[in-house]
């Protein structure tokens, strides 16, 4: 405690120690380095278009303007809220059944969900009576009540507004949302709902039907699209604020004035297991946002307010080992209330793969509580204030958004820039290299491309003719729809590949020959069962064989498919010629590593195939599979 009446010096910690300058740092990792290049060593190359450092000083944030800038005040960097962070609880459930529908929403309305998101079918034209059924029980101000229901979003509106006054509820106090967005009807299918010019005279129409409910919002910008088709964290960022640019453009040429559009914008972002860039990601949408809208000359800087709400990413997830779905979206929803979002949805581990089951719905919920009730992550507003790493990462990923955006605004907006093609060839070179990334093992999907459950096997009981969505295509296609995937599908087709052959004929094996040095044997075991494994093949592990007769004998009684040979590059001239001859061709042999200075003279004496840490996994599995018959 300081006694100013005194004027006493505030204690200094560490002031005994001198100093280090970056020069200082920078001089000992060189050295450390002994000669190997920094740059290739210690700078994270990203897809996002900027190097990321291996630290990072208060001098970083030298160029950065907004530093000083509290929590709730312009441009909203550090949160558009002054004294919590709290945010909404959303689960969505599909009405198929309205009775159902409703009782499943009050079922988890006692849960701890306070968002619902009622998933409508779009072609279908709802009446008053239906939507009241709906919302029975529902008391609409306290629950932030969110209709997806696309082009049937004015008729929506209108019914859930008249049935608001019919139950004389609060205006001020009624949250959510219709979501309305032929923008994003454009991204998904490659045509708008009607015509383009009605599309937008609609924005504007359903603006000024909820211009008396000041926090319900009605466009949405789905930008989470881009990340479902293998964006980088920066593309999704800048088409998502061109994408919202184009709805202020086009609203307000048709007179109505930015103080009414821009609140009724609702970015929907999706959130990957890019844990730091997410963070920063949702910082920077405020920042950029706030940016956007101030160029329009709004009367208040409150207008220039960004409302977000997080989705967890499809793209990441996987058919294989999906409870680590529930480790990744664990992360995301960290990622995503730190930076400061409105609202959240967990997606259901297993929603990619069939209808989420009551277990994996209560998982999706309860990981979210836990990060409000247990973690606290609702008290402190923007907790990554001050980071050196995460300020210099929403600096930069707002930068390089800006540069795209502004490449956009060029082309005469987003809707021009999408017809014209560029958002889908810069998301699909992105998406291909993230694709190869995955291949290579240098993006790891962790029991997909690596660490597999070797135990874990597709039965009878799975729907072999499942497919991933596809793009259909529909009349009046002004554009190329986007393509939603996910990364890790191609590698899990080789493995439904083996699941499928597996149930009319033997697995195939992967068997390791190990021999020699004891260290290199068990890393290429290790190394080469984790790769088979990948694939769904059976692995046959052993500790290690005295001679090569041995583990050739072993390898041949085991009836594997393949034989792995695991031992020191030294080895491999003598020990592999002989166990290629001894298997006479009742298996496939495949050495571990690749020995480069005797690499020529194995292919030389018939042995063709090599694994390590440079092969495409995709492409070399999908041999092997051809090798031993098996067609996807």
């Known amino acids: 405690m300081i006694d100013k009446s005194k004027n006493e010096e505030p204690i200094r910690l560490f002031e005994e120690f001198p100093p280090v300058s970056t020069k200082e740092w920078e001089e000992l990792i060189v050295a450390d380095l002994k000669g190997a290049d920094y740059e290739r060593k210690l700078l994270w190359k990203t897809i996002e278009g900027f190097d990321v450092k291996p630290y990072y000083r208060s001098e970083d944030l030298k160029k950065i303007n907004y530093l000083n800038v509290f929590p709730g005040d312009f441009p ?9 962070n709290n945010w909404f609880i959303r689960q969505d459930i599909r009405v198929d059944d309205i009775k159902q529908a409703n009782k499943k929403a009050l079922d988890i309305l006692m849960k701890g969900i306070d968002s619902l998101g009622w998933l409508l079918d779009p072609e279908k034209e709802p009446d008053i009576d239906e939507i009241e059924q709906l919302m029975e029980n529902i008391y609409a101000q306290i629950v932030q009540v969110n209709f997806v229901c696309g082009r049937q979003a004015h008729k929506v509106l209108n019914i859930y507004l008249e049935l608001v006054k019919k139950y ?15 923008i994003g009807n454009l991204i998904a299918t490659g045509a708008f709902y009607l015509t383009e010019k009605n599309d937008f005279e609609a ?10 409910v000041p926090h319900f919002r009605t466009l949405a910008v789905n930008a989470y699209l881009f990340k479902n088709a293998g964006s980088s964290i920066v593309e999704e960022l800048a088409f998502g604020m061109a994408y919202g640019n184009e709805y202020l453009q086009r609203v307000t040429e048709q007179g109505i004035s930015i103080d ?6 609702k970015f929907h972002f999706g959130v990957s297991s890019n844990y730091f860039m997410e963070i920063a990601k949702i910082r920077a949408a405020r920042l950029l946002w706030a940016k956007i809208v101030n160029a329009y000359g709004p009367s208040d800087a409150e207008f220039t307010r960004t409302h977000i709400h997080s989705i967890t990413s499809d793209w990441n997830k996987t058919l294989y080992d999906p409870y680590v779905n529930m480790l990744r979206s664990t992360t995301e929803a960290m990622s995503a209330v730190i930076g400061g979002t409105n609202s959240l949805t967990i997606r259901p581990f297993d929603v990619i793969f069939r209808t989420p089951s009551e277990f994996s719905e209560r998982i999706a919920r309860n990981q979210q509580l836990l990060l409000k009730e247990e973690s606290y992550l609702d008290k402190i507003v923007d907790p990554a204030a001050g980071s050196y790493y995460i300020e210099s990462l929403t600096d930069s990923i707002a930068e390089q958004a800006w540069k795209i955006f502004l490449e956009i605004m060029d082309m005469g907006g987003f809707v021009a820039a999408f017809k014209k093609g560029f958002v889908q060839k810069k998301i699909k070179k992105t998406a291909a290299d993230r694709d190869i990334a995955i291949a290579n093992r240098r993006e790891i999907l962790v029991g997909t491309n690596q660490y597999p459950n070797f135990t874990e096997y597709l039965d009878k009981s799975f729907n072999w003719q499942y497919q991933e969505p596809l793009n259909i295509p529909v009349a009046n296609q002004e554009a190329e729809p986007l393509r939603v995937y996910r990364g890790a599908q191609q590698i899990e087709k080789l493995r439904i590949a083996t699941d499928k052959y597996a149930l009319s004929a033997r697995r195939p094996a992967a068997f390791m020959l190990t021999y ?11 190394f080469s069962g984790n790769f088979f494994g990948c694939a769904g093949y059976t692995i046959i592990d052993n500790n290690g064989f005295k001679t090569v007769d041995e583990g050739v004998d072993a390898a041949l009684k085991s009836q594997a498919e393949i034989i792995v040979i695991c031992a020191a590059d030294e080895d491999y001239p003598v020990i592999a010629p002989e166990i290629l001859e001894k298997t006479g061709g009742k298996a496939i042999v495949v050495i571990a590593g690749y020995p480069k200075d005797s690499v020529e003279e194995l292919k030389n004496k018939g042995l063709k195939h090599f694994i390590h840490i440079k092969s495409n996994l995709l492409e070399t599995l999908g041999e092997f599979q051809k090798l031993i018959g098996i067609t996807a």
């Not at 909203?76 to 919590?84: A, D, L, W």
């Not at 924005?203 to 008396?212: E, G, P, T, V």
Request: with cysteine.
């Open 76 to 84: 909203f960097v550090r949160s558009g809220r002054k004294k919590e």
């Open 168 to 182: 004389n509820r609060d205006l001020e106090k009624i949250h959510g949302s219709v979501d309305f967005d032929p």
């Open 516 to 526: 020699g040095n004891l260290a290199m044997r068990r890393a290429r075991s290790q």
């Open 203 to 212: 924005c504007a129409k359903i603006i000024k039907a909820s211009s008396h």
């Open 260 to 265: 009414d559009v821009a609140p009724n914008l």
